[in-house]
């Protein structure tokens, strides 16, 4: 009978062939015009979302039949039995049709609710982190570490836009936050996390996510010597949403957690 870590290095293996499948599809229509449709949501998809995911799908139904799929593009596929692959073919579609290279491909698995493997990769800048539970996160490779920035005061903070903000306790903690820390950057969907595992970023807040947005993040960042969670402190589940913490350090999560209270409770 195989053991625990060997099973989590056959998802590992197997989720890497999804982000190459993935990749394939993506790259070669990445920066070319066309094929841009809106959502009922009114938010943008692309020929590469649905065909980067619709690869992934079918290895998934092959190897796992028994594993469901929570996808971004199409309509779930039940467990019977087995864990919950989570999928996102581009997080970032914004960024894709504009031409930059900030977009990722997120590849979460779950068993039990518990998210057991994230990928996050970057299939034009050939970036890929890995994040198994219980073991270091790794960058093609090679294990990152998240940085101490010593405080919310030289803390680097991230969001996608501050639009994600949707109501004004969401506005009100987030300007909170904004105030304490040392600078904030916009744009970088799910790519502002893998920078936080890799000790560029020291704060991500985020809200209006969906668990294929974030459910491959936990591992990544938690393996890196992260915490991630929502505004509460809580741990992020399947269930979870639509408001995101990340933080490079436990201490630093706990402070952000700190500023946001107040807000989160008036």
Not at 84 to 96: E, Q, S, V
Not at 127 to 156: S, Y
């Amino acid at each position: 009978m195989a053991s625990r870590e060997e099973d989590l290095a056959v998802l590992a293996a197997f989720a890497g062939d999804l982000a190459d499948a993935a990749g394939q599809v993506i790259r070669p229509l990445f920066r070319q015009s066309g094929g841009v449709e809106d959502k009922a949501d009114g938010s943008p998809v692309t020929r590469a979302d649905r065909d980067a995911e619709q690869a992934m799908r079918g290895l998934i139904a092959a190897r796992f039949p028994a594993h469901g799929i929570h996808g971004e593009e199409q309509a779930d596929r039940q467990s019977r039995g087995g864990g919950l692959w989570l999928l996102d073919p581009i997080d970032g579609t914004h960024a894709f049709i504009t031409g930059l290279p900030l977009f990722t491909t997120l590849i979460a698995f779950v068993e039990q609710g518990r998210p057991l493997l994230g990928v996050v990769d970057q299939p034009v800048l050939r970036e890929r982190w890995v994040g198994l539970a219980g073991e270091k996160t790794r960058l093609n490779g090679r294990p990152v570490a998240t940085r101490d920035c010593g405080g919310l005061e030289n803390a680097r903070m991230s969001l996608t836009t501050p639009e994600m903000m949707k109501t004004s306790t969401e506005q009100a903690a987030f300007a909170a936050l904004r105030a304490r820390v040392r600078s904030v950057r916009y744009g970088a969907d799910a790519y502002a996390y893998a920078m936080l595992a890799s000790g560029y970023l020291d704060l991500v807040l985020e809200s209006a996510l969906k668990p294929y947005d974030f459910m491959a993040l936990v591992p990544v960042v938690e393996g890196a010597g992260g915490r991630i969670t929502d505004w509460r402190g809580r741990p992020l589940r399947p269930d979870s949403g639509p408001r995101v913490l990340a933080a490079a350090t436990p201490a630093l999560h706990e402070a952000a957690l700190a500023v946001l209270a107040p807000a989160l409770d008036g």
